[in-house]
């Protein structure tokens, strides 16, 4: 008998055999791209801290989110950069605010594209805090209030969706409820369920100037050393009523994607955010890392990992990539 007897090699020998017995498929339909909405026209001011990526006036949003659907990308979540800040964020539960505003126009001109807004008041509070601050607490049930307005809002303006990401507790059942309440029981909640403390926002905070101006986010995101406690944090959003459970970010937590798959039959999300970006944009610049190839190893990581959908900033350069085969 020659040896090895079992010879794994063999499915690997070309392209053709390894398409064959390939366990995970990425697809255009998988992918969530994020775009972050300012007021103004033409405009399209770089992030500094994500190369590629803009903060664009409504007119050059509504090109970017056609292109994405061009790509076979269903859906954009959109981040509100808005003009003025205060210690309530205000500015984020207008019913015309700068996300109202730019989901009628996405509704309007650009037909059949998915539209989810993220729900959370830290891009509009002049603290940073995703909650209401007093003195210095971030609390819990007045921030509830302020969440429930801003889902409305962002109904009733023809949001296909709804993310809240501040983890406040008690947030995906009294969105629910309110959207119940205003005829909207039909729109799905997708939860940032397990959302971390991590130092992987950093870039999506230069980009919508969010970083808490005192303390950091940690009474209310997760700790990075807790599993379990993210096991109660989706099954609290399942029993509120979340239609896609979200793990954030993706690919340090993938071991919490594979736990949330395996206990949930619901549709399963990851954020692959905006410091897992930039990390592979700067090995690339610096000619470290093959930039393609480590955008590609990663999502189908993430997917393997138990995701169905995964928001991502590489969603356009992803597509592309995946149509031309
Ligand atoms: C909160 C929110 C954040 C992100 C998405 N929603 C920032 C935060 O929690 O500090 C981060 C996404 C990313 O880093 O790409 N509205």
């Not at 799905?188 to 971390?196: D, G, H, L, T, V």
């Not at 029993?239 to 949330?260: F, R, S, T």
């Amino acid at each position: 008998m020659p040896f090895p007897s079992e010879r794994l090699r063999r499915l690997r020998t070309t392209e053709p055999i390894r398409r064959m017995v390939r366990e995970t498929s990425l697809n255009p339909a998988d992918l969530i791209y994020p775009l972050f909405v300012r007021s103004g026209q033409g405009r399209q001011d770089p992030i500094a801290s994500m190369p590629g990526q803009y903060r664009r006036s409504i007119d050059l949003l509504i090109k970017e989110a056609a292109e994405a659907q061009q790509l076979g990308i269903p859906a954009v979540i959109l981040f509100g950069i808005p003009d003025s800040k205060d210690e309530r964020g205000t500015s984020g539960l207008d019913p015309n605010g700068i996300v109202p505003q730019a989901v009628r126009a996405l509704k309007d001109q650009v037909p059949g594209l998915l539209v989810i807004t993220d729900v959370c008041i830290d891009e509009y509070t002049s603290h940073g805090h995703c909650g209401i601050v007093r003195e210095g607490k971030i609390l819990n049930d007045e921030t509830l209030d302020c969440l429930q307005t801003m889902a409305l809002a962002h109904a009733q303006a023809g949001a296909d969706m709804v993310a809240p990401s501040d983890m406040m507790d008690g947030r995906v059942g009294a969105i629910r409820e309110a959207l119940d309440r205003a005829g909207f029981e039909d729109l799905p909640i997708m939860a940032y369920s397990a959302k971390y403390a991590s130092c992987l926002y950093a870039p999506f905070r230069e980009a919508a100037d969010s970083s808490p101006s005192f303390g950091d986010r940690q009474s209310y995101q997760m700790d990075p050393a807790n599993h379990r406690e993210a096991m109660r944090e989706l099954q609290l959003d399942v029993a509120e009523g979340a239609d896609i459970l979200m793990v954030k970010p993706a690919l340090p937590y993938l071991d919490i994607i594979a736990a949330a798959r395996a206990t949930y039959p619901h549709p399963i999300a990851a954020y692959q955010v905006s410091g897992e970006y930039s990390m592979i944009k700067a090995a690339a610049q610096a000619g470290w890392l093959d930039e393609a190839r480590a955008m590609l190893e990663s999502l189908v990581s993430i997917k393997r990992a138990g995701a169905d959908l995964i928001l991502t900033y590489f969603a356009k350069d992803a597509a592309r990539r995946l149509l031309a085969g």
